[in-house]
C-alpha cells in the first residue's frame, strides 16, 4: 500500500507549474504562453523555450481544466496554443511549411534554425487536444499543415522519420546526423503517429491515418525478442525513454483503430512484460539498457512514463507496478526548497555511482509534466475510471 499523499503531491507540482515561470506568462513577451526547456538550480534562469514542452503542455492544461473546472488551465493552454501557431512555418516559407520552430534561445536573442520532426508531432498532438475540447476553428489550418508535412516530407517509404532540418537563409534542409538516440528513422518517433492519427479524426484526410499505420508497421522492426525496441535498426541499446514513446503509440493505435489495429497487440503486451521486468525494486529506470555496470543515470521521465502507461491499461494485476514507479516518483519531488524555480517540481534524473545517488541540479520541465499527469491519472483511477490509449498523449 502507497504511503505518500497523491493530493499533497499534486498541490505542490500544479502550483509549481503555474507559478514557477516555467510557463511564459509575461504578456508582451516574444515567447507569450511558451512552455521552457528547463533552469538551473544554481543560477535561477531558464535556458530556452521548448515547442515539443509546449504541446505536451497543452495536452497536461486541459487535463487539468477537465478535472478541476478551473478556466486558469484552459487559458494558459490557449495561450500555449496561440505560441505554437505563430512560431509554426507557414506555406510561404520554402520546404518546411507546417514544422515548427524547435524554441527560443535567450541568450542568443533568436529563435533556433533546428526543426524537428519529432517536435512536429507533438505540437500537432497538443493542437488537436485543443480542438477536440473546444473546437476553436483556427486550429484545423495549423494542424493540417503540421500534418501534411510529416505525412509527405518528414517520413520515409519505409514509415520511418527524417529527426532534424534547419532553415538559414531562407533554404531549409534536412540534417540527418544528430545524438545517436534522436538520429533519423529512430524508434522515437513512432509517436509521431498520435498527432497524425488526431488530425485524420479533425481533417478526414486519409493520408494522415496512413502515414501512422505506416509509422507503426516500420517500429515493429525495431523491437527485441525480450519485448524492448531499439534505438535504430543496427543497435543493440534500449532508450527507456524512447521505448515508452513507442509503447505509447501502440496503445493509443489500438486504442483509437479498433480492429485495424489488432495486429499490434502483441508487440504491445510484449513492451509491457518488458518494462515489468526490468524495472528496478525501487520502482524506477536507468536511462539506458543494456544498464552500465558502475555508473547509472536513474530517470524521472521512463519511470513517470512507465506508471501512465500501466494505470492506461486499466488492468489490477499492473497496480503494484504502477504504485512502485508512483512511490519512487513522490520521493524526487523537491519540497523543501525556498526556491520558486524548483519548489513543488520533480527531479529529472539521479546519477547513481556504487551506493552514492545525488540529484540533478537542473530542472528540466517535462519529467514534472509526465509525472503530474500520472498522479492525475492514479487519482482517476481511485475512483474506478477505466483509460485506454486515449489517456496517453
Given at each position: 500500500?502507497?504511503?505518500?499523499?497523491?493530493?499533497?503531491?499534486?498541490a505542490?507540482?500544479v502550483?509549481?507549474?503555474?507559478?514557477?515561470g516555467i510557463?511564459?506568462?509575461e504578456?508582451?513577451?516574444?515567447?507569450?504562453?511558451?512552455?521552457h526547456?528547463?533552469?538551473?538550480?544554481?543560477?535561477?534562469?531558464?535556458f530556452?523555450t521548448?515547442?515539443e514542452?509546449?504541446g505536451?503542455?497543452i495536452?497536461?492544461?486541459l487535463?487539468?481544466?477537465?478535472?478541476k473546472?478551473?478556466?486558469?488551465?484552459?487559458?494558459?493552454?490557449i495561450?500555449?496554443?496561440?505560441h505554437l501557431v505563430?512560431v509554426q512555418?507557414k506555406d510561404?516559407?520554402?520546404?518546411?511549411?507546417g514544422?515548427?520552430?524547435?524554441g527560443?534561445?535567450?541568450q542568443?536573442?533568436?529563435?533556433?534554425?533546428d526543426?524537428?520532426?519529432?517536435?512536429?508531432?507533438?505540437?500537432?498532438?497538443g493542437?488537436?487536444?485543443?480542438?477536440?475540447?473546444?473546437?476553436?476553428a483556427?486550429?484545423?489550418?495549423?494542424?493540417?499543415?503540421?500534418?501534411?508535412w510529416?505525412?509527405?516530407?518528414a517520413?520515409?517509404e519505409?514509415?520511418?522519420?527524417?529527426?532534424r532540418?534547419e532553415?538559414?537563409d531562407?533554404?531549409f534542409?534536412?540534417l540527418?546526423?544528430f545524438a545517436?538516440w534522436?538520429?533519423?528513422?529512430?524508434?522515437?518517433?513512432a509517436?509521431?503517429s498520435?498527432?497524425?492519427?488526431?488530425?485524420?479524426?479533425?481533417t478526414a484526410k486519409?493520408e494522415f491515418?496512413?502515414?501512422?499505420?505506416?509509422?507503426?508497421?516500420?517500429?515493429?522492426?525495431l523491437?527485441?525478442?525480450?519485448?524492448?525496441?531499439?534505438?535504430h535498426?543496427?543497435s543493440?541499446?534500449?532508450?527507456?525513454?524512447?521505448?515508452?514513446?513507442?509503447?505509447?503509440?501502440?496503445l493509443?493505435?489500438?486504442?483509437?483503430?479498433?480492429?485495424?489495429?489488432?495486429?499490434?497487440?502483441?508487440?504491445?503486451?510484449?513492451?509491457?512484460?518488458?518494462?515489468?521486468?526490468?524495472?528496478?525494486?525501487?520502482?524506477?529506470?536507468?536511462r539506458?539498457y543494456?544498464?552500465?555496470?558502475?555508473?547509472?543515470?536513474?530517470?524521472?521521465?521512463?519511470?513517470?512514463?512507465?506508471?501512465r502507461?500501466l494505470?492506461?491499461?486499466?488492468?489490477?494485476a499492473?497496480?503494484?507496478?504502477?504504485e512502485k514507479?508512483?512511490?519512487y516518483?513522490?520521493?524526487?519531488?523537491w519540497?523543501?526548497?525556498?526556491?520558486?524555480h524548483?519548489?513543488?517540481?520533480?527531479?529529472?534524473?539521479?546519477?547513481?555511482?556504487?551506493?552514492?545517488?545525488?540529484?540533478?541540479?537542473?530542472?528540466?520541465s517535462?519529467?514534472?509534466i509526465?509525472?503530474?499527469h500520472?498522479?492525475?491519472?492514479?487519482?482517476?483511477?481511485?475512483?474506478?475510471?477505466?483509460f485506454g490509449?486515449r489517456?496517453?498523449?
Open positions: 500500500m502507497y504511503q505518500w499523499n497523491p493530493d499533497r503531491i499534486l505542490a507540482s502550483s509549481w507549474l503555474k507559478h514557477s510557463i511564459n506568462r504578456v508582451g513577451s516574444r515567447t507569450f504562453g511558451a512552455f526547456y528547463g533552469c538551473s538550480l544554481l543560477r535561477k534562469n531558464y530556452q521548448y515547442s514542452i509546449t505536451y503542455g495536452s497536461l492544461l487535463r487539468l481544466y477537465r478535472q473546472a478551473d478556466t486558469v488551465f484552459l487559458n494558459l493552454a495561450n500555449a496554443a496561440k505563430e512555418l510561404s516559407d520554402s520546404g518546411g511549411a514544422a515548427f520552430a524547435h527560443y534561445l535567450y542568443d536573442k533568436h529563435y533556433s534554425s526543426y524537428f520532426s519529432f517536435d512536429t508531432g507533438i505540437c500537432l498532438s493542437l488537436a487536444d485543443l480542438y477536440f475540447d473546444t473546437e476553436w483556427p486550429l484545423v489550418e495549423p494542424i493540417d499543415r503540421a500534418a501534411t510529416l505525412a509527405t516530407a517520413q520515409y519505409d514509415g520511418s522519420f527524417r529527426a532540418y532553415k538559414r531562407g533554404d534542409k534536412p540527418p546526423e545517436d534522436f538520429n533519423d528513422s529512430c524508434g522515437l518517433h509517436k509521431c498520435l498527432g497524425l492519427i488526431k488530425a485524420w479524426e479533425i486519409p491515418k496512413a502515414a501512422a499505420l505506416k509509422s507503426m508497421d516500420w517500429v515493429l522492426s523491437q527485441t525478442e525480450e519485448g524492448a525496441f531499439t534505438l535498426k543496427g543493440d541499446d534500449v532508450y527507456t525513454h524512447a521505448h515508452c514513446y513507442v509503447l505509447e503509440a501502440l493509443f493505435t489500438i486504442s483509437t483503430l479498433g480492429s485495424e489495429a489488432e495486429k499490434y497487440k502483441t508487440a504491445a503486451q510484449k513492451a509491457v512484460d518488458w518494462l515489468i521486468g526490468t524495472m528496478n525494486p525501487d520502482g524506477s529506470f536507468y539506458y543494456p544498464a552500465r555496470r558502475f555508473f547509472h543515470e536513474v530517470v524521472t521521465d521512463a519511470t513517470s512514463q512507465t506508471a502507461l494505470l492506461s491499461l486499466s488492468d489490477d499492473l497496480n503494484k507496478y504502477s514507479a508512483l512511490t516518483l513522490a520521493e524526487q519531488q519540497r523543501h526548497l525556498a526556491s520558486v524548483a519548489r513543488g517540481c520533480f527531479t529529472s534524473k539521479r546519477y547513481k555511482i556504487n551506493k552514492l545517488s545525488v540529484p540533478a541540479l537542473k530542472i528540466m517535462w519529467p514534472t509526465f509525472t503530474i500520472a498522479f492525475l491519472m492514479f487519482k482517476m483511477r481511485l475512483k474506478n475510471v477505466k490509449g489517456e496517453l498523449f
